[in-house]
């Protein structure tokens, strides 16, 4: 969860003019919400909205919980924490060898490092024959969360739903 600092409890819009899912509507979203962030907002409004408001998409949806999430990471910061490194000593290993063979990046790198669930970190020659794009992974993720949905509304609240379905076919046509 977001933690306060600052101006916690700030809200921002995230609401952009993208028309469709895709590079522009993520990279609008992801400016305005590192914007946001840095400047006190930790509430954010126009997740999964596209095109200020005319365009609802979960697919949206699941790109912006994921800007949120990498935002959410830059602005916690690096702890370096109470550890056994001295961590000037360590960039200096780093810098001479590489990061990759220091005990302290095996160590920490849970602990530091952002795993996103939707976007990719994974090298190019990992890259296998046929592997799904971001937008189709997150219509696979959507379509698995609606298959997994089992919530049904009282009776009452159907049936009054139901009427103002009804009331709005006759009155609308």
Known sequence: ????????NASAGIHVRANFPGAQAAAEKASLMTAGALAGARWFD???ILAVDEVFSAE???VDCEIK???QR???GVELGET???WVDEVRKGVESSFMTLDSTLDEHRRMYWYPRLFERGFLAGHEEGRLHLAQRARDMVRAAIAQHSYEPEAHVRRAVESVWQRACRELG
């Not at 969860?1 to 916690?8: A, E, I, L, Q, V």
């Open 46 to 48: 126009g997740a999964g």
């Open 84 to 86: 056994l490194y001295d």
């Open 69 to 71: 999430d990498m935002v």
């Open 1 to 8: 969860p977001w933690r306060s600092r600052g101006r916690g």
């Open 60 to 62: 949206q949806l699941l």
């Open 74 to 76: 830059l602005i916690g």
